[in-house]
């Protein structure tokens, strides 16, 4: 499935005016009525992995193949320790993952500390980065995190306050909650972290990329790629 182009366009850093123009018309009068949320906010969220054996750096947006990709740099990053202690890849769940704050940099000062560990190394990592259609990403983070989650005794949907708007399945209700509250973060420009914002807000608000973008090579996830999805992320790094 190909990305809309409108959409992949609003993902550019290089945003063709025009462009923009054009989507604007197609969906309503004015700025005002269209209301999109801007472009690389610093909300920085992203989970930058290291994996310095390889030379690489892999910045995690949740909800983008995150599970499988935390667990791939952490067998990256120890493989002995890894392999000795984790059974199966997609048992190393976030809560309790083998390579818990030992190959992470996490959240706003991830990329500071980032930086720092280049220069006390002396290595440049090269980094990567993985997307994914965003209405994909939105309907998959829905179902997991508002609906599915809602049926897990002692999950996360019944220790958070006010879980995805007390919108139950309705997924109208919930687009209206997120949109609410990320409007609010750039409205009152203060960080507002929730499982709903973090999972939720657009993908260039991580990773630094409003500073970093250029930096990164980034993986577009299609549905069709789950299978090898992994494979094909590292083939650049020759791994």
């Known amino acids: 499935m190909k990305p809309h182009k409108h959409v992949t366009a609003l993902t550019q850093p290089n945003l063709n005016q025009l462009a923009f123009k054009r989507f604007e018309k197609n969906l309503c009068d004015g700025r005002k009525e269209c209301e999109i949320l801007p472009r690389f906010l610093a909300f920085n969220v992203g989970h930058h992995l290291i994996a310095p054996d390889f030379n690489i750096t892999l910045c995690v947006i949740f909800k983008n193949f995150s599970t499988v990709l935390r667990s791939i740099m952490c067998f990256l990053y120890n493989a002995e320790s890894y392999q000795k202690e984790v059974k199966d890849l997609m048992d190393d769940k976030f809560e309790i993952r083998h390579c818990k704050n030992k190959n992470e940099f996490i959240g706003d000062i991830g990329e500071k500390k980032l930086q720092w560990f280049e220069r006390e190394s002396g290595k440049i990592f090269n980094r990567y980065s993985v997307t994914r259609d965003p209405i994909e990403r939105f309907v998959s983070g829905f179902l997991d995190k508002c609906l599915y989650s809602k049926n897990i005794s002692g999950g996360s949907y019944e220790n958070r306050k006010n879980p995805c708007g007390n919108c139950g399945g309705n997924i109208t209700c919930f687009g209206e909650f997120i949109f609410s509250e990320l409007s609010s973060i750039v ?4 960080k507002k972290y929730t499982l709903e914002t ?10 630094n990329f409003k500073e970093a973008f250029a930096k990164y090579t980034s ?3 299609l549905r069709e790629d789950k299978e090898t999805g992994s494979q094909q992320i590292f083939l650049s790094s020759h791994l």
């Open 198 to 207: 973090e999972h939720f807000a657009p993908q260039n608000w991580n990773c």
């Open 187 to 190: 409205r009152t420009n203060l």
């Open 219 to 221: 993986k577009r996830l």
